[in-house]
C-alpha cells in the first residue's frame, strides 16, 4: 500500500468515527480517490508529503478542462453505471462540483497536518472556489397543481411520491429525511415529526398541516394494506426507499407536466412560501435544520424582485395603518 492509498484509508477511518453520513463519506472518498488517480498518472506521486500548492492548482485546472465522467475513481463502476453512456459525458464541470472537491481535498490536508503526518500543508494558500449561486425559482401555485395533477395515484409507486413531494412542501424536510421516516416519528395529535437523522446528526422536530394531516392517516392507511415496512415511504418489496429512486421519479412526472421539480427545490420553495406568508428567520432556520438563522439566510436570500415585492406589500405599513 502506497503512501497516499495508507492516509486515506487514514481520513477515511477518522471521518468514520465522527459519525458523519454516508452520503459526506461517499463524497470525500471519490473526491479523493480522483485526485490521488491525477497525482499518479499526471505526475507519478504516490506520497501526500510530495503533494504541493502547485499540483492542486493544476488538478484543478485539469478538471475545467477534461470535462465530466473522462476519469472514474472506481473502474469497477464503468461496468454498473456506464458513464461513458451519459449525454453529458465530457461536459463542463460546474464550479459548484469544483468547489466540493477542493473542499474535500483541503479536508484531508488540513487534518494531515493537523494529526502531524505532513510537515508543510499544500492548501494553505490555496483559496475556496466560491461559485455563483442560481436562484432556485419559485413554483407558482398553478404549476404546483399541474405537477401533483400529473401523478398516476392508482399506483403504490406514485401515490408514495406524490404525498412525499406535498409532505416536503409542507414540512421543508429533505428527501432523505422522507424516506428514512418512521410511523412512530409522526405525532399526529401534535401535527409534529421527529426527524432522528438528519444531516447534521441532530434531532428536530418539524410541523404538517391539518390538510397533510388528513392525507398521511390516508396513506398509512393504504400503506398498511400492502406493506408491513418499518418505514412511512418503503419500497413495494417493505425496504428503504432510495432517494436517487425518488429524485428520478419527480423528473419523469416533472417532465411530463411541463414543470421542472427536484426534491431540493421543494423544500427550497417550502422556506420562501413560509416567509412570504410572514414566517420569521429565527423558526424557519429550527424547521430546517440549520445551525444558526445566518445559515439559513446565505441559503435562502435569493429572492427575486418580483418575489420582494409581494412580501413587500404583506407588510407595508401603509397598507395597514389608518392613515
Given at each position: 500500500?502506497?503512501?497516499?492509498?495508507?492516509q486515506?484509508?487514514?481520513?477515511?477511518?477518522y471521518?468514520?468515527?465522527?459519525n458523519?453520513?454516508?452520503k459526506?463519506?461517499a463524497?470525500?472518498e471519490?473526491?479523493?480517490r480522483?485526485?490521488?488517480?491525477?497525482?499518479?498518472?499526471?505526475?507519478?506521486?504516490?506520497?501526500?508529503?510530495?503533494?504541493?500548492?502547485?499540483?492542486?492548482?493544476?488538478?484543478?485546472?485539469?478538471?475545467?478542462?477534461?470535462?465530466?465522467y473522462?476519469?472514474?475513481?472506481?473502474?469497477?463502476?464503468?461496468?454498473?453505471?456506464?458513464?461513458?453512456?451519459?449525454?453529458?459525458?465530457?461536459?463542463?464541470?460546474?464550479?459548484t462540483?469544483?468547489?466540493n472537491?477542493?473542499?474535500?481535498?483541503?479536508?484531508?490536508?488540513?487534518?494531515?497536518?493537523n494529526?502531524?503526518?505532513?510537515?508543510?500543508?499544500?492548501?494553505?494558500?490555496?483559496?475556496?472556489?466560491?461559485?455563483s449561486?442560481?436562484?432556485?425559482?419559485?413554483?407558482?401555485?398553478?404549476?404546483?397543481r399541474?405537477?401533483?395533477?400529473?401523478?398516476?395515484?392508482?399506483?403504490?409507486?406514485n401515490?408514495?411520491?406524490?404525498?412525499?413531494?406535498?409532505?416536503?412542501?409542507?414540512?421543508?424536510?429533505?428527501?432523505g429525511?422522507?424516506c428514512?421516516?418512521?410511523?412512530?416519528?409522526?405525532d399526529?395529535?401534535y401535527?409534529?415529526?421527529?426527524?432522528?437523522?438528519?444531516?447534521?446528526?441532530?434531532?428536530?422536530?418539524?410541523?404538517?398541516?391539518?390538510k397533510?394531516?388528513?392525507?398521511?392517516k390516508?396513506?398509512?392507511?393504504y400503506?398498511?394494506?400492502?406493506?408491513?415496512?418499518?418505514y412511512?415511504?418503503?419500497?413495494?418489496r417493505?425496504?428503504?426507499?432510495?432517494?436517487?429512486?425518488?429524485?428520478?421519479?419527480?423528473k419523469?412526472?416533472?417532465?411530463?407536466?411541463?414543470?421542472?421539480?427536484?426534491?431540493?427545490?421543494?423544500?427550497?420553495?417550502?422556506?420562501?412560501?413560509?416567509?412570504?406568508?410572514?414566517g420569521?428567520?429565527?423558526?424557519?432556520?429550527?424547521?430546517?435544520g440549520?445551525?444558526?438563522?445566518e445559515?439559513?439566510?446565505?441559503?435562502?436570500?435569493?429572492?427575486?424582485?418580483?418575489?420582494?415585492?409581494?412580501?413587500?406589500?404583506?407588510?407595508?405599513?401603509?397598507?395597514?395603518?389608518?392613515?
Open positions: 500500500m502506497d503512501n497516499f492509498e495508507f486515506l484509508d487514514n481520513f477515511l477511518l471521518c468514520d468515527s465522527k458523519l453520513s454516508r459526506t463519506l463524497s470525500y471519490q473526491s479523493l480522483l485526485f490521488q488517480i491525477y497525482l499518479q498518472q499526471e505526475h507519478d506521486i504516490s506520497s501526500v508529503e510530495k503533494v504541493s500548492s502547485a499540483h492542486i492548482r493544476q488538478y484543478i485546472k485539469n478538471l475545467r478542462e477534461r470535462g465530466k473522462s476519469v472514474v475513481s472506481n473502474e469497477s463502476s464503468m461496468t454498473k453505471n456506464y458513464p461513458d453512456r451519459r449525454s453529458d459525458l465530457g461536459k463542463t464541470i460546474s464550479d462540483t469544483i468547489s472537491y477542493l473542499r474535500n481535498i483541503k479536508v484531508f490536508f488540513n487534518f494531515l497536518y494529526e502531524k503526518e505532513i510537515m508543510r500543508n499544500p492548501v494553505d494558500n490555496i483559496p475556496a472556489i466560491k461559485p449561486r442560481k436562484q432556485k425559482k419559485l413554483l407558482t401555485p398553478d404549476e404546483l399541474r405537477f401533483f395533477k400529473h401523478f398516476d395515484v392508482t399506483t403504490f409507486h401515490y408514495r411520491a406524490w404525498l412525499q413531494c406535498r409532505l416536503i412542501l409542507d414540512t421543508g424536510i429533505r428527501a429525511e422522507s428514512e421516516l418512521l410511523p412512530e416519528d409522526i399526529f395529535q401535527n409534529s415529526i421527529l426527524i432522528r437523522n438528519p444531516k447534521n446528526n441532530k434531532e428536530r422536530y418539524v410541523y404538517f398541516s391539518r397533510m394531516n388528513v392525507e398521511l390516508r396513506w398509512m392507511k400503506r398498511d394494506r400492502y406493506s408491513d415496512s418499518p412511512v415511504f418503503p419500497t413495494t417493505g425496504t428503504k426507499q432510495d432517494v436517487r429512486n425518488f429524485e428520478r421519479a419527480l419523469k412526472v416533472g417532465d411530463k407536466a411541463g414543470v421542472s421539480v427536484h426534491p431540493h427545490q421543494l423544500r427550497n420553495n417550502f422556506a420562501k412560501y413560509y416567509l412570504l406568508n410572514g420569521d428567520w429565527s423558526t424557519l432556520s429550527r424547521i430546517l440549520h445551525s444558526s438563522a445559515v439559513t439566510q446565505k441559503a435562502y436570500v435569493d429572492f427575486t424582485e418580483e418575489e420582494i415585492g409581494k412580501k413587500y406589500q404583506k407588510h407595508s405599513p401603509m397598507n395597514f395603518l389608518d392613515i
